[in-house]
T-cell receptor
């Protein structure tokens, strides 16, 4: 399968714990995006990368969130000291470049913070 | 700031009837517009996009969308709905300056047999 892969599919954690998600984009895509989606809402932009460079972070992204794409391939999204409000579906997407290219999404990681 | 509005939370249609899911946008300059579909517990699947040219865009699964610059709309349409089309549909705009994809709140399409 050459689509966008996200792991794990589901994550249940206790409040205050740290969690890390991984995204493997389509191999030739140099842009990688993270979005968050809560029930009944559209995906909300979090951050994106051009190769290994993080180009933009949403103002809504607190300091507890950090994302990396160290070699311009896979990416990780870490949430420190999780809160119940962090419970959501975290979606990763990739695209071959800027402009009119569509984004290709993974199946997401569903986070539940108890 | 760029934004997308989907005025209907839910659209109900009988199988075999035409369907329309509405979307309006607000962005400076000429936009890139997209429609995505989401099935339960799945990521988003690309349906179609408008970049330039012909205002009627054809996409996957028999869907099409009509770009109307004067009304700043990009409504999704299908001539004959199927029960399997029941899903959550998202309109999105990609601003040429910021390059982010901004999504609407989604419209749930329910097709009844």
């Amino acid at each position: 399968d050459t689509g966008v892969s996200q792991n794990p599919r589901h994550k249940i954690t206790k409040r205050g714990q740290n969690v890390t998600f991984r995204c493997d984009p389509i191999s030739e895509h140099n842009r990688l995006y993270w979005y968050r989606q809560t029930l009944g809402q559209g995906p909300e932009f979090l951050t994106y990368f051009q190769n290994e460079a993080q180009l933009e972070k949403s103002r809504l992204l607190s300091d507890r969130f950090s994302a990396e794409r160290p070699k311009g391939s896979f990416s990780t999204l870490e949430i420190q000291r999780t809160e119940q409000g962090d419970s959501a579906m975290y979606l990763c997407a990739s695209s071959p470049g800027q402009g009119p290219s569509e984004l290709f999404f993974g199946s997401g990681t569903q986070l539940s913070v108890l | 700031a760029q934004s997308v509005a989907q005025p209907e939370d839910q659209v109900n249609v009988a199988e075999g009837n035409p369907l329309t899911v509405k979307c309006t946008y607000s962005v400076s300059g000429n936009p890139y517009l997209f429609w995505y579909v989401q099935y339960p517990n799945r990521g988003l699947q690309f349906l179609l996009k408008y970049i330039t040219g012909d205002n009627l865009v054809k996409g996957s699964y028999g869907f099409e969308a009509e770009f109307n610059k004067s009304q700043t709309s990009f409504h999704l349409k299908k001539p004959s709905a199927l029960v399997s089309d029941s899903a959550l549909y998202f309109c999105a705009v990609r601003d040429r300056s910021t390059d982010k994809l901004i999504f609407g709140t989604g419209t749930r399409l329910q097709v009844f047999p």
